[in-house]
């Protein structure tokens, strides 16, 4: 069972909407959680880093949550853009190792 | 910010090829580098840990002699994947990261081997 699970898998949503991508963890001892944007056929983009007493952060129309008792983390999009269609990677990094969730696929259509 | 580029971006080679890809930091030495392989519409699967100077650290079950692994430089890696198979096509990414450990990694664009 992988440590990082997010969901959903993929998601579908109307222009200038806003949508809530989850990922719980179970990764210990814990000591960052990042979230990477994926276009197509590119590499991970960072958007957020949180450390354990951080809840939440920031980065334009991006907005990350981190609860680290119950180990859970999203992140919000308000106003999407035909541009934010993309994956969504959670990776959480304990000691010495990190562990990537499968992504969520967004489609932000007209 | 920081820069990581890969070359080639594509690779479309026969059966029994060699093929060499480059991971470069442009604007900052890169102490460790990782590489990753990704499958259509999965995550990112690591390959090898490399440090600077140092032998890679493979993931288990990735073959060491069949993925060669070279980070000569503060700004290089080379990741050669040697007598390509079909089943070797993926998409291969690398990535960077400075001596401080809790900084983010800095991905490059990908690497997408085909094998015929």
């Known amino acids: 069972k992988n440590q990082v699970e997010q969901s959903p898998q993929s998601l579908i949503i109307l222009e200038g909407k806003n949508c809530t991508l989850q990922?719980?963890?179970?990764?210990?001892?814990?000591?960052?959680l990042r979230w990477y944007k994926q276009d197509t056929g590119r590499g991970p983009v960072s958007l957020t880093i949180?450390?354990?007493?951080?809840n939440t952060k920031s980065n334009g129309r991006y907005t990350a949550t981190l609860d680290a008792d119950t180990k859970q983390s999203s992140l919000h999009i308000t106003a999407s853009q035909l541009s934010d269609s993309a994956s969504y990677i959670c990776v959480v990094s304990g000691n010495n190792d990190m562990r990537f969730g499968a992504g969520t696929r967004l489609t932000v259509k007209p | 910010g920081a820069v990581v580029s890969q070359h080639p971006s594509r690779v479309i080679c026969k059966s029994g090829t060699s093929v060499k890809i480059e991971c470069r930091s442009l604007?900052?030495?890169?102490?460790?580098m990782f590489w990753y392989r990704q499958f259509p519409k999965q995550s990112l699967m690591l390959m090898a840990t490399s440090n600077e100077g140092s032998k890679a650290t493979y993931e288990q079950g990735v073959e060491k002699d069949k993925f060669l692994i070279n980070h000569a430089s503060l700004t290089l890696s080379t990741l050669t994947v040697t007598s390509a198979h079909p089943e070797d096509s993926s998409f291969y990414i690398c990535?960077?990261?400075?001596?401080?450990?809790?900084?983010?990694?800095?991905f490059g664009d990908g690497t997408r081997l085909s094998i015929l």
């Open positions: 990535s960077a990261r400075g001596r401080d450990r809790y900084q983010p990694q800095h």
């Open positions: 604007d900052f030495q890169a102490t460790t």
């Open positions: 949180m450390t354990f007493s951080e």
């Open positions: 990922c719980n963890y179970t990764v210990s001892p814990f000591s960052n």
